[in-house]
Every structure is written in structure tokens, then in C-alpha cells.
């Protein structure tokens, strides 16, 4: 069965919009204060128990133009409505087999909120998969497969992407680092990098799981800012 819908917010920029990529932090846990201060566009707060990085604290004080995206592997529509409102998460990352019309259900009753639905790729990837997926999320993030859904460390190649076929902006992520900000530039100039809507970095820029190191994730976005690679 085929959804539309359409988000009453703001209509997501994308690489080819604004010459720029949006930076987007995920994995926060120890320091999430001190890395909105160096103002990035989203901040990432993983609510699976699981993870290394389950943030289970108490809210924190965020400026208003930093989205707070709540990352959840097959949670239940009452969990995830639960953490939007203690949270008042503006961003739900899908992180796990959840379904088109799992999607569906959780937009009508949040209708606020943008969905990204994640897709993990090793060596190649099955474009025709997203289709199921057009009318019910906002974003795509394609992040690296491995052992854990996300914060892996290590990178797919972003080549496989020469074959995305959507017009949807999507996140690229999966062990992203300062090293790769060369390549990120490499990978802006090609065709498939124009829907590219922002870069998400997580575990190569920690002292720990959940504690980022300030000073690499701003020399990062200050970098990716100026587009200087």
C-alpha cells in the first residue's frame, strides 16, 4: 500500500541546494552540552538499551536550532512516541527492520516529527529496496553493515552510491572520520553526492563509547563548514 504525506517543516536542503553539507553528531551520552556548543545542525541520542551509547539522562538544555534525533532499533510505536515527548526529539532514526508500514503509523501519530530510515551496506547495496520507503520517511542515512547497528568505526564505499536512484536526501555515515574529510571532498563533486543532505560522525571521534573529544569533532565541522579539505 502506497502513504503521502507531506512534512509541514521546513523542506530539507540537500548538497546541490546549498553547496554544504549539515553536520550531525551522533552517539551522545557523556558530553552532549559541551558539543551543542560548538553548534552543530543535530545531536544524536541512542535509546537502545544495548548500545554502549543508550542515553538514559535527563534532557539537556539544547539551543533551538540543533535538531535532537532519537535513534531506536525496533522499538515500539508506544516506546518511541514515549521518548519523543520526554525529549521532544524532533527526528526519529530507524536503526532496525522496521517496516513501511511501521513507518506510516508512527508519522499520523507524530505528525511533528521527520523519520530517517536507515539501510547498512557492505559492498553493494539494492536501491530498489528504498521504494517501499519514499512516502513515509523523510531522509535515508546509509551507514556501514557490520556486527552492531551503528558505531562500527569503519567505512563502506561510498561508490555504491554512483547507483541511488532517489531524489530523497539522505545522511551518509559509518566510520567517518577527520581522515576521510579529503574523500568526503572527493565524493562532493560526483553526481550521487548531490542529494547528500549531511554527514553523521560518531565513534571515531571518541575518547570512549558516548564521550566525544570537543576539540576533533570542531575542527571537523569548522572544516566541512568552509568546505576546506
Not at 521518548?83 to 511533528?112: M, R, W
Not at 555515515?173 to 553526481?191: A, C, R, T, V, Y
Request: net charge neutral.
Amino acid at each position: 500500500m502506497n502513504y503521502f504525506y507531506t512534512n509541514p517543516k521546513e523542506k530539507p536542503s540537500t548538497l546541490s541546494d546549498t553547496g554544504h553539507l549539515k553536520l550531525k553528531v551522533c552517539g551522545m551520552k557523556h558530553n552532549p552540552t559541551e558539543i551543542a556548543s560548538l553548534s552543530p545542525d543535530y545531536l544524536g541520542f541512542i535509546f537502545w538499551e544495548k548500545s554502549e551509547r543508550y542515553f538514559k539522562g535527563s534532557p539537556p538544555p539544547l539551543p533551538h536550532k540543533i535538531k535532537k534525533v532519537g535513534v531506536f532499533v525496533d522499538a515500539s510505536i508506544t516506546y518511541i512516541l514515549q521518548k519523543i515527548e520526554d525529549y521532544n526529539l524532533l527526528l526519529v532514526q530507524l536503526h532496525g527492520n522496521e517496516s513501511p508500514e511501521f513507518c506510516h503509523e508512527l508519522k499520523t501519530k507524530a505528525k511533528q516529527i521527520q523519520i530517517i530510515k536507515v539501510f547498512s551496506i557492505k559492498d553493494d547495496f539494492d536501491f530498489e529496496k528504498l521504494e517501499i520507503f519514499e512516502t513515509v520517511c523523510d531522509f535515508y542515512l546509509f551507514d556501514t553493515k557490520g556486527k552492531l547497528p551503528g558505531g562500527n568505526g569503519y567505512a563502506f564505499d561510498w561508490s555504491v552510491l554512483n547507483q541511488y536512484n532517489s531524489t530523497k536526501p539522505y545522511f551518509l555515515s559509518g566510520g567517518i572520520g577527520l581522515e576521510e574529510l579529503k574523500s568526503i571532498q572527493d565524493f562532493s563533486k560526483k553526481p550521487e553526492a548531490q542529494y547528500c543532505h549531511a554527514i553523521d560522525i560518531n565513534s571515531r571521534f571518541e575518547s570512549k563509547p558516548g564521550l566525544k573529544v570537543v576539540d576533533k569533532v570542531k575542527t571537523f565541522k569548522e572544516l566541512l563548514t568552509k568546505n576546506e579539505f
